[in-house]
């Protein structure tokens, strides 16, 4: 089972900040989280990865309460291109388990 | 630096049959994993070799194996087919331990 719960699915415009929020009630101590964007035929694509408090790349942004139950990953100013599955995943050694993602659709 | 890559691209097999996927990792990467992904739904971690030696197993069956070479490339062999078997089989190449993974643009497998 997965070790994660989002939401199955999102709107946004773009332009727009869109924030997905994923539940990881049972978090080890040594579990990291990670999100990672899947386009249709393709394989998924790292975003971010993070163990605590906020963390910020090129691309998105990670925000870890202190409790570390929920993750929220932040997509600023998205494009129609950033319609894709965003899977949020936690676990540790590298071996990810995915859950069923949330699908987030762009509208001009 | 070359990428991830995979195949066959697309595959066809009756149940029953045996299948070999190859994947070829990234430059500098040790460690390969399988994952199944199933129309709609989320990769399924398979297995993850490290160094030719299995590190870890996902919920399938022994009919599903790999090897992984001195050269770091993989290849997933499943036997006795079934339908259920038809998925997008994805390989990815990291460093172990790492989660930032590259994954390949995977083999369509459908059985009939």
């Known amino acids: 089972l997965a070790k994660t719960t989002q939401p199955i699915s999102m709107d946004s415009y773009e332009g727009q900040e869109v924030n997905i929020t994923c539940s990881h009630n049972n978090i080890a101590t040594n579990d990291y989280i990670t999100w990672y964007q899947q386009f249709p035929s393709q394989g998924p694509r790292f975003i971010i990865q993070?163990?605590?408090t906020k963390v910020t790349n090129e691309v998105a942004s990670l925000f870890i309460p202190a409790d570390r139950k929920s993750s929220t990953l932040s997509l600023p100013r998205v494009s129609l291109s950033d319609t894709a599955v965003y899977y949020c995943?936690?676990?540790?050694?590298?071996?990810?388990?995915f859950g069923q993602g949330t699908t987030l659709q762009v509208k001009p | 630096e070359t990428g991830v890559t995979q195949s066959p691209t697309h595959l066809i097999k009756t149940r029953g049959q045996q299948v070999t996927l190859r994947c070829s990792s990234q430059s500098g990467h040790n460690t390969v994993s399988w994952y199944q992904q199933a129309l709609g739904q989320g990769p399924q971690f398979i297995f993850q070799y490290y160094r030719e030696e299995e590190n870890g197993r996902g919920n399938f069956p022994p009919r599903f194996s790999g090897l992984q070479f001195p050269n770091y490339s993989s290849e997933l062999n499943v036997n006795a087919l079934e339908l259920d078997d038809s998925a997008l089989y994805l390989c990815a190449s990291s460093t172990l331990g790492i989660y930032e993974q590259y994954f390949g643009p995977g083999t369509r497998l459908t059985v009939t």
């Open positions: 995943l936690v676990g540790e050694g590298g071996k990810l388990i």
């Open positions: 993070g163990y605590k």
